[in-house]
């Protein structure tokens, strides 16, 4: 399995759904920045399952341990490694699906890949659970690049049919993006995100669940950030976010919306503001020309399907005995993963952007 990431600040999570632990290690970090471990778990904890009624009630403590890589609260050269233990693992409630595969989920994929010798407990190296290292090594991402004045945000844009008003492309700020990280439901509109908690709410109740969008911004990122081809800002992102279990489609900018517009539409006008900077007057581009950040708030829209285990009946096959059955998935799960997905979308994003920062400073 490939789970390394990165070029000049490179990533590798390591753990299963329900090993003794999950972690990270983070490699190749400018040497002497200060890292608040406290703020990291605060960002942690934005992701932590069991805080609401539209989460899964497992219950983990999520506490992050940094064995190495850090000294006197500075990165010191050696490579970062976090720990988090798995503590409320219930894994009698996956015996079934080594035989009967969870439609839209990767039992069946990964038992014929790997021939019967992944872990299947809770999904092993394939569940959503993995997000919480990942989360910790965005956070520090996020430290590193405020201090060098990149802040990075998000917000939920939908949940299936009910929807937030977006972001300012062009004059979005970094206080905007502060004001809405601090909420327990991150959307613009507050009403917007009570209307979604009862779509939540229903689609628990009747034993199914629903997907949405999170759209986030990365802001005060310098003119020339990215490596073309393979490298650029929509190709590096959108591996990361990729990555996140869910995650179904990307897009930057006005994204596919550019398929109904003229050019003369689409195009975004240059002009030179008071202070010598070069803006654009809009900002269908989102923020990326040609793979390389143009100065403009970097803006990317992430689709999360619909949870794939819910309570109804499913149709799948036994593995086994060679037969159609019916599935009836049990244990706990979220009606919704995105409210818990916005920090994993803002710590993707700080992972990609300060590994080609530092591509950039090399």
Do not use: W
Not at 190 to 215: L, Y
């Amino acid at each position: 399995m490939s789970s390394n990431f990165g070029d000049k600040v490179r990533i590798s999570i390591f753990g299963q759904s329900h090993s003794d632990a999950i972690g990270v290690v983070i490699d190749g970090l400018p040497i002497g920045e200060e890292i608040d471990i406290e703020v990291a778990q605060r960002f942690l904890d934005r992701r932590a399952p069991g805080k609401n009624a539209y989460s899964t009630p497992r219950k983990e403590g999520d506490k992050v341990r940094v064995v190495s890589g850090l000294f006197n609260g500075r990165t010191c050269g050696a490579p970062i490694c976090a720990m988090i233990e798995n503590t409320n693992t219930r894994s009698k409630d996956y015996d079934q699906l080594k035989d009967m595969p969870r439609p839209g989920h990767a039992d069946f994929t990964a038992e014929i890949k790997y021939g019967g010798f992944q872990d299947h407990r809770g999904g092993g190296h394939f569940s959503g659970r993995l997000t919480a290292p990942f989360c910790f090594a965005g956070a520090v991402c996020l430290q590193i690049l405020e201090r060098k004045g990149i802040y990075i945000g998000a917000h939920i844009l939908s949940i299936h049919k009910g929807r937030d008003k977006g972001f300012d492309a062009v004059g979005v700020t970094k206080e905007e993006l502060a004001e809405i990280i601090a909420k327990e439901f991150p959307t613009i509109d507050d009403q917007a995100g009570e209307e979604m908690k009862v779509i939540i709410q229903k689609a628990r109740e009747q034993g199914d669940s629903v997907g949405g969008v999170i759209e986030s911004v990365a802001v005060g990122l310098p003119v020339g950030i990215g490596e073309p081809m393979f490298d650029g800002l929509e190709s590096k992102l959108s591996s990361i976010l990729f990555a996140i279990p869910a995650v179904k489609g990307v897009e930057f900018g006005e994204g596919f919306g550019v398929a109904e517009l003229f050019g003369s539409e689409n195009n975004d006008s240059f002009y030179i503001e008071e202070t010598g900077e070069i803006k654009t007057k809009a900002n269908h581009h989102g923020g990326s020309l040609g793979g390389i950040s143009s100065g403009m708030p970097l803006v990317v829209r992430t689709a999360f399907k619909p949870t794939p285990s819910i309570s109804k009946n499913q149709e799948t096959v036994s593995l086994k005995k060679g037969e159609n059955v019916t599935l009836n998935v049990t244990g706990r799960h979220d009606p919704c993963i995105v409210p818990r997905a916005v920090p994993c979308v803002e710590a993707a994003m700080a992972i990609a952007i300060l590994d080609l920062y530092e591509l950039k400073e090399r």
